[in-house]
T-cell receptor, first 115, second 111 residues
Framework: ETGVTQTPRHLVMGMTNKKSLKCEQH?????MYWYKQSAKKPLELMFV???????ENNSVPSRFSPECPNSSHLFLHLHTLQPEDSALYLC??????????????FGNGTRLTVT | GENVEQHPSTLSVQEGDSAVIKCTYS??????FPWYKQELGKGPQLIID?????GEKKDQRIAVTLNKTAKHFSLHITETQPEDSAVYFC??????????FGAGTTVTVRA
């Protein structure tokens, strides 16, 4: 049983819709992340939060808007997405943002399809 | 930034044989090299990692080797079993911050 829970597991949305992805971690970690996973490509880091403050925004388009209301919850708000945004979106957490000394724990992801 | 290349992209092995996946990295200052396993429908899970002050590390049937001079590191799986079928990702970290991932290797173990 993963300590990082993501909902929904699957999401289909039109380009004009607004939806949100949710992530919750039960590990007591202080850092949380959003990654984008596309087929045959490396995991792309999107956002990093440490102690509820955003510390990294990896040149992500503004149609993706993260929110971290507390250290256990992370959201990714989506609006006016493009078909190329279809991918698996993974949430992860770690004890702190030093990913070398505190390994990442991933959720099972949300499979997003933009039609 | 760090660039990690991973080969092969797909690997099919007979059950009981060994599997080897190799990754190269670009920045000689990278000092942390984890490997993640992603099973179908799940997120990646850390299976083994190695730091730049160590040349080899083993954990049961899996091992990782690091060649700092050549800037490459490899994952070795011995006596493969069907449950080893998954996508494996290597990664490298510069000064313990922000992992750069390889593109993944899909391993299929044939019964």
């Amino acid at each position: 049983e993963t300590g990082v829970t993501q909902t929904p597991r699957h999401l289909v949305m039109g380009m004009t819709n607004k939806k949100s992805l949710k992530c919750e971690q039960h590990l007591g970690h202080n850092a949380m992340y959003w990654y984008k996973q596309s087929a045959k490509k490396p995991l792309e880091l999107m956002f990093v939060y440490s102690l509820e403050e955003r510390v990294e925004n990896n040149s992500v388009p503004s149609r993706f808007s993260p929110e971290c209301p507390n250290s256990s919850h992370l959201f990714l708000h989506l609006h006016t997405l493009q078909p190329e945004d279809s991918a698996l979106y993974l949430c992860a957490s770690s004890q702190d943002q030093n990913q070398g000394s505190s390994p990442l724990h991933f959720g099972n992801g949300t499979r997003l399809t933009v039609t | 930034g760090e660039n990690v290349e991973q080969h092969p992209s797909t690997l099919s092995v007979q059950e009981g044989d060994s599997a080897v996946i190799k990754c190269t990295y670009s920045d000689s200052a990278s000092n942390y090299f984890p490997w993640y396993k992603q099973e179908l429908g799940k997120g990646p899970q850390l299976i083994i990692d190695i730091r730049s002050n160590v040349g080899e590390k083993k954990d049961q049937r899996i091992a990782v080797t690091l060649n700092k001079t050549a800037k490459h590191f490899s994952l070795h799986i011995t006596e493969t079993q069907p449950e080893d079928s998954a996508v494996y990702f290597c990664a490298a970290s510069l000064n313990d911050y922000k992992l750069s991932f390889g593109a993944g290797t899909t391993v299929t173990v044939r019964a």
